[in-house]
């Protein structure tokens, strides 16, 4: 064989790409056989519909290759993870490209080699083979410098994180450090090799490459690879029904550690609970670890942070629920006594559909305040309402799916659903976002509009049915967790606020929100490590100095209101006492 | 003094036989326990309580004397909501205890 066309060295690159070539689409098919039927079916046709097929485009492009959502995060980091990931990308396209367009070494030509042929390992050794063509090789240059810049820049970040705006990193195991060694070496031995031409350099290259495609599918750096997956299965709108099969083994491949979770996580705020967010999470899962992720699934608080701020969008929370339900607790649960009971009384309403049904929820019970409050708007409204639990009622049933157990769930809703149609009512009101989520969620209600009372409020402030007045009192508005990230209800109570107030930012708002600490979520918190939490949450709203804090959940009131300098009050408190 | 019959089943608790394992094994992983003073606070506010005998305060008490069968048998009722945790005065993980209990 000739050896300008081949030499030796190219082999552990041919044979490291062949490993990962093979293991990547074994892994394509693993994941895709161990999702359920409907799964299977829901995953095709949303490859065939336009709304969804283009969604995958826009974010197979936005995420995989310009990742915005890091850009968006962090912009130091966002040009870190460009440089090298999509200069890495550019320089493997250019090279293709460029294969059409090179000349054969001298000497070649007179064996009669006319064009190189194309063949893939040309294009990452193409200056040992071929002699270039000056546009493109500027271009490669130019892209394996910035590589190397974004390389120096994690470099940095390795040494002192800070420097890039981030306080806390993954720590890694041997693996993960090992591979991330190979990965910043290839570019500069790549650049040596090109620049001198001693051999010894092309072979180290080449077993470089080679260690890191070893590697690939055991660590952290097969989210290159899978979060195309990942993306295209998202997409689909499923939701990981076993902790380590079908769609959530592809989220746990997806998951890069990189750890901007362990930042957001508001358990982070003491350094020994670090090892409870997420990205440890996904890892301890992967390796098969399964009585620590058992543990971090169960105290996690469920408040959604580390989904916001996750640039490949991973859904841990849906990863812990799932574990929880693999590995339930032994509570066998037995509510028949529910048989018989009954508590709305809505004989006596004439016009049971204009009717709004209350439900305060257990919590709301516990800060009877609230009630008082809806009770005023209500009837200073001229609503019809009606309260579901008067005098008790039943839970929700979300505390119960918290602790993995579905079924036992299901009898409480079953029963509540019972109760609400027999109401006939089309609209339910609630003041607790944990119930709001589970019946927007989990219930089947046709037919009744499900409304927070911050939506409520807002709108009936809108069609004018309720007058308030202005006052001078500077409000910051806390959004609960369950009812901002979950749902998105950012902008009601703030505009209810503006109404009635003058409104404050706080340090983070929305879907970077920091949890009250009282979630019920975690079932391994204590009460110490929970303080620690609101402290901090309640730093983050008083950094505007407000006179208030105002919530719209009857759990984040309570907490605050143990740790809080200021008054802490719900937002239907606040409207009730402006009422005109 | 003993005739030998009477007209209730005796609930006499013979402490220096029970079996306090279950309570043991609770103190040493939820030492909050400990703290409880029996308030009530957790019996008083609780959602299933409102139906059924439910009451979180008995359960320990049942579990101190032993009787881990009729505490594992009241814990069926529970909805887990958490509202006893919430207005514990000691700040006891209330619902991480009863889950444990039947762990």
Redesign the interface.
């Known amino acids: 064989m000739n050896p300008q066309i081949f030499h030796p060295f190219v082999l552990p690159f041919v044979i490291g790409m062949a490993f990962v070539l093979t293991y990547c689409v074994v892994g394509l098919l693993r994941v895709i056989g161990q999702l359920p039927k409907d799964d299977r079916k829901k995953f095709w046709r949303s490859l065939v519909t336009p709304k969804t097929a283009w969604a995958n485009v826009r974010d197979l492009f936005g995420d995989c290759l310009f990742h915005v959502k890091i850009w968006k995060r962090n912009p130091i980091l966002g040009y870190m993870h460009t440089a090298i990931a999509f200069g890495w990308f550019m320089i493997i396209v250019i090279g293709h490209v460029m294969l059409f367009t090179l000349k054969p070494l001298e000497g070649i030509e007179a064996q009669g080699v006319e064009r190189m042929l194309p063949n893939f390992y040309y294009p990452i050794f193409y200056k040992f083979f071929a002699t270039e063509t000056p546009v493109f090789a500027i271009l490669m240059d130019f892209f394996l410098l910035m590589i190397i810049s974004g390389i120096l820049i994690a470099v940095v970040k390795k040494i002192h994180s800070k420097i890039v705006g981030v306080k806390r990193v993954t720590k890694f195991g041997f693996a993960d450090n090992m591979i991330r060694f190979a990965l910043w070496t290839i570019f500069p031995f790549r650049l040596i090799a090109e620049k001198t031409n001693i051999m010894a350099f092309w072979w180290i290259y080449s077993i470089d490459l080679c260690v890191f495609m070893f590697m690939l599918p055991f660590t952290r750096y097969m989210h290159i690879p899978t979060e195309a997956l990942f993306i295209l299965l998202r997409h689909a709108g499923l939701k990981p029904r076993e902790p380590r099969k079908g769609y959530a083994l592809a989220q746990l491949y997806s998951c890069p550690s990189c750890g901007l979770c362990i930042d957001a996580c508001p358990m982070s705020v003491n350094d020994s609970n670090s090892g409870n967010t997420s990205a440890y999470f996904m890892k301890k899962l992967r390796n098969g670890d399964k009585e620590e992720a058992q543990r971090i699934a169960e105290t996690c608080m469920q408040c959604g942070k580390c989904v916001a701020v996750c640039p490949v969008s991973i859904e841990s929370c849906d990863i812990k629920m799932s574990q929880r339900e693999a590995v339930p607790y032994q509570i066998h649960s037995d509510h028949s006594y529910l048989d018989g009971y009954t508590c709305t009384d809505t004989s006596n309403v004439s016009d049971k559909k204009a009717c709004v049904l209350y439900f305060a929820g257990c919590m709301t019970q516990l800060t009877p305040k609230i009630m008082r409050a809806m009770k005023q708007i209500m009837e200073a409204a001229g609503e019809k309402y009606e309260f579901l639990d008067k005098d008790g009622g039943i839970c929700c049933g979300r505390p119960m799916l918290l602790s993995g157990k579905r079924a036992e769930a299901q009898a409480m809703m079953a029963k509540n659903t019972e109760l609400i149609k027999a109401s006939g009512a089309t609209k339910l009101v609630l003041s607790c976002p944990i119930c709001y989520k589970v019946f927007k969620e989990e219930y089947h209600l046709e037919g009744v509009e499900i409304l927070h009372h911050t939506q409520y409020i807002d709108a009936l402030l809108k069609q004018g049915k309720l007058k308030v007045g202005k006052n001078d009192v500077n409000y910051v508005y806390h959004d609960p967790c369950e009812l901002g990230r979950a749902f998105g209800v950012y902008d009601e109570p703030r505009e209810v606020l503006e109404n009635v107030g003058h409104l404050r930012k706080a340090k983070s708002e929305k879907e970077l929100s920091i949890c009250c600490g009282g979630s019920l979520g975690s079932f391994n918190l204590t009460q110490k490590e929970r303080d620690e939490i609101t402290e901090n949450s309640v730093a983050d709203l008083m950094f505007n100095q407000p006179d208030e804090i105002v919530t719209a959940c009857p759990l984040c009131l309570k907490t605050f209101a143990r740790k809080s300098p200021v008054a802490v009050k719900d937002l239907a408190e606040v409207v009730a006492g402006q009422l005109q | 003094m003993d005739f030998g019959f009477c007209l209730s089943p005796s609930s006499h608790v013979k402490m220096d036989s029970v079996d306090l394992t279950t309570f043991n094994r609770l103190k040493e992983t939820n030492p909050?326990i400990n703290t409880c003073i029996a308030c009530g606070s957790c019996t008083a506010?609780c959602?299933?309580g409102?139906?059924?005998e439910m009451s979180f305060r008995r359960i320990l008490l049942m579990l101190q004397r032993g009787k881990e069968d009729e505490a594992k048998k009241m814990?069926?009722?529970?909805?887990?909501?958490?509202?006893c945790t919430?207005?514990c005065p000691r700040?006891?993980?209330i619902?991480?205890i009863?889950?444990d209990i039947?762990?």
């Open positions: 909050d506010t959602t299933a409102h139906f059924t814990i069926q009722r529970c909805m887990l909501c958490g509202k919430l207005v700040g006891i993980n619902r991480k009863l889950l039947t762990r």
